[in-house]
């Protein structure tokens, strides 16, 4: 794990939390999703473009901007901030055309691995079912949620989701949010830190080296 720096300064923090960490509610601009640039006074500039698979944006006037990561108004900024350097005080607006789904991810020791399109209310146990429930060689004792806070921070927890499905574990269970990744290994883990810090791998990448 080269590219993964466990962060132990939040340890004593998790240590006293019983869930996981709200995200930001805002949405947050993603790979492949589509959105329309509207500049109120000079209207030729407008466009429409899809974030590339590394989060650029290749637009009129300005050329690529890095979008990925960013709220609306986020982009609006950084696209203002470029344009500015060929317009005076441009007013630009940002919309989402279209986005990529909101889906969960499950890798490891389960009968059909990869994303499931997250609708409506999903728990982590019903996670499990929806893809395809646990293999026989599966370590349901040691199930990992990785759930994304920021960027480049990721928090960690493991389950017994054995424990999770029976009668007095029911009530315990924990509802799945988009972007989360569950990973199922067959064999023990190591211990865990409750928080991870991710430089160039994506969250999927890392799942995939705890298997």
Known sequence: MKTILFFAAFAAFA?????????????RLQA??????QYRYTPEYNATAALQPDGYVSLPL?????????????AA???????????????????LKEYVKPYFTVAGEVSHPG?????GPVTLV?????????????????????????ND??????????????????????????GDVLVV???????MEPYIRLTESSLYAVALRLL
């Open 153 to 178: 921070l990721a928090e960690v927890r493991v389950l017994d989701v054995r424990k999770l499905m029976s009668p007095q574990g029911l009530h315990e269970d924990i509802p799945l949010k988009a």
């Open 62 to 74: 300005i050329g690529e901007v890095k979008l990925a990561g960013f709220t609306l108004a986020g």
């Open 77 to 95: 900024d950084a696209i203002r901030k470029q344009a500015s350097e060929r317009l005076n005080d441009p007013e630009i607006t940002v919309l």
């Open 32 to 37: 492949e999703d589509k959105i329309e640039v």
């Open 126 to 150: 019903e996670g499990i079912a929806l893809s395809g429930g646990f293999k026989d060689s599966a370590k349901r004792t040691q199930v990992v949620l990785l759930r994304k806070t920021s």
């Open 115 to 119: 994303r499931v399109e997250l609708h």
């Open 185 to 191: 290994p067959r064999n023990a883990i190591s211990r």
């Open 15 to 27: 240590a006293g939390q019983t869930g996981f960490s709200e995200r930001d509610p805002h949405y």
